[in-house]
Each structure stands twice: as structure tokens, then as C-alpha cells.
């Protein structure tokens, strides 16, 4: 199984902050590497898609990059609406596996 | 508008089997790339994909479950079923239903059926 290692764990942040979230995969997945946010009982968001392609919905402040076995996940000026936790997964290969999560508080 | 929804039910015991239906409509599993899969969530812990099913039903599992899984479709009904067998309380979580697109990313979620294993 490819393992995904997300960082921080969690994070505080004001609004209007610029913040990134890492994602390395324990091989290479291409670009083959997406991003979720996930709100207190409701279900995943898809927010990115193949890395860097952004989900139809999804403000523009929210940007992936990177390929191989590292991508970040930023967000140009952080809302109040932004706490969330975070998640990658790889779509590269069975199974499908997901970071552990980075929970964003928005101060 | 696309919608998944979950149904089964909420309480089972150890060792028994789990039934959940995926009830799907605003798209066709028929669509290549396209699949509807199952992803848990134990309370406050990550999400962990389960299964996958595409039109021309070809099936995946999650390797660490694959013995206890299994998907089924039914295209005319627009379901998705997925059976897991000898539940024990470490699967007690919130099992979600969702579409994957082309490329591997999931698009579309229900909203979720928490499930608790329990005597």
C-alpha cells in the first residue's frame, strides 16, 4: 500500500493568512493526488484533483501543486469558513489510501 | 443533480453481517472511469477506502478487508450494495457512498450512515 503523510497534524491561522498543507506519498503517484475538506459531521468536499485542477464550486483561493511524492495544499487568504480538516488521498494505485489529516482552525 | 444515499442499518452485533445500499441517481455507472466506491470513517479517526465498483462491474477491494467484503450493483435499480461480513466493534464507524470520476478522485458523497457494532 502507498502511505500518505500529511503535515502538520494541525494548525491555527488568522484570517486572511496564506497557509500550506504538505502531503508526501511513500512512492511516486504522478500527479495521480487529490484534496478533501471535511466540516464536523458532514461528509468530504472534494476541493483539488489531480494535484493542482480545481474542483468545479471550489473558491479559487484554494491551489494544489507538486508531483512525484510530495503536493501542497494552499490557501491564499484564509475565510472563517476554511476550518475544516484536511485530507490527500492517491488515486495512483489499489487501494486508495488517505492522510491521517490536518485539522485548520481559522482564529 | 447528482446524489448518493446511504441505508442500512445503524446497530449491528459482533459477528454479524452488514448490508448497506447505495441508492444513486443524476449519472450513469455505464460512464467510463466512472465507479461508485464506499469509504469509512471511524469516529474521529481518518477516512479508509473500502470498495469500488464500475459499470462493466469490475470490482476492487481494499486488500486488509478483501475476505470480508464484497459489491454488488444494480444497474437497473441504480444501487450499489456493499456486504461485509463477521463485524466485529473496531468497524464501528461512518460508512459513506461516493462517485468516482475518471482520474480517481471522489466527486460526490452521500452523507454518510453510522454504523456501531455492539452487543
Known amino acids: 500500500d502507498i502511505q500518505m503523510t500529511q503535515s502538520p497534524s494541525s494548525l491555527s491561522a488568522s484570517v486572511g493568512d496564506r497557509v500550506a498543507i504538505t502531503c508526501r506519498a511513500s512512492?511516486?503517484?504522478?500527479?495521480?493526488l487529490n484534496w478533501y475538506q471535511q466540516k464536523p459531521g458532514k461528509a468530504p468536499n472534494l476541493l483539488i484533483y489531480?494535484?493542482?485542477s480545481l474542483q468545479s464550486g471550489v473558491p479559487s483561493r484554494f491551489s494544489g501543486s507538486g508531483s512525484g511524492r510530495e503536493f501542497t495544499l494552499t490557501i491564499s487568504s484564509l475565510q472563517p469558513e476554511d476550518s475544516a480538516t484536511y485530507y490527500c488521498?492517491?488515486?495512483?494505485?489499489?487501494?486508495?489510501?488517505f492522510g491521517q489529516g490536518t485539522k485548520l482552525e481559522v482564529k | 443533480q447528482i446524489t448518493l444515499k446511504e441505508s442500512g442499518p445503524t446497530l449491528v452485533k459482533p459477528t454479524q453481517t452488514l448490508t448497506l445500499t447505495c441508492t444513486f441517481s443524476?449519472?450513469?455507472?455505464?460512464?467510463?472511469?466512472?465507479?461508485v466506491g464506499w469509504i469509512r470513517q471511524p469516529p474521529g479517526k481518518a477516512l479508509e477506502w473500502l470498495a469500488l465498483?464500475?459499470?462493466?462491474?469490475?470490482?476492487r477491494y481494499s486488500p486488509s478487508l478483501k475476505s470480508r467484503l464484497t459489491i454488488t450493483k444494480d444497474t437497473s435499480k441504480n444501487q450499489v450494495v456493499l456486504i461485509m461480513t463477521n463485524m466485529d466493534p473496531m468497524d464501528t464507524a461512518t460508512y459513506y457512498c461516493?462517485?468516482?470520476?475518471?482520474?480517481?478522485?471522489?466527486?460526490?458523497w452521500g452523507q454518510g450512515t453510522m454504523v456501531t457494532v455492539s452487543s
Open positions: 461516493t462517485r468516482r470520476r475518471a482520474q480517481g478522485a471522489f466527486d460526490i
Open positions: 443524476g449519472f450513469s455507472l455505464t460512464s467510463s472511469g466512472v465507479g
Open positions: 465498483i464500475y459499470g462493466d462491474d469490475d470490482r
Open positions: 512512492q511516486s503517484i504522478s500527479t495521480y
Open positions: 489531480v494535484a493542482s
Open positions: 488521498q492517491q488515486s495512483y494505485s489499489i487501494p486508495y489510501t
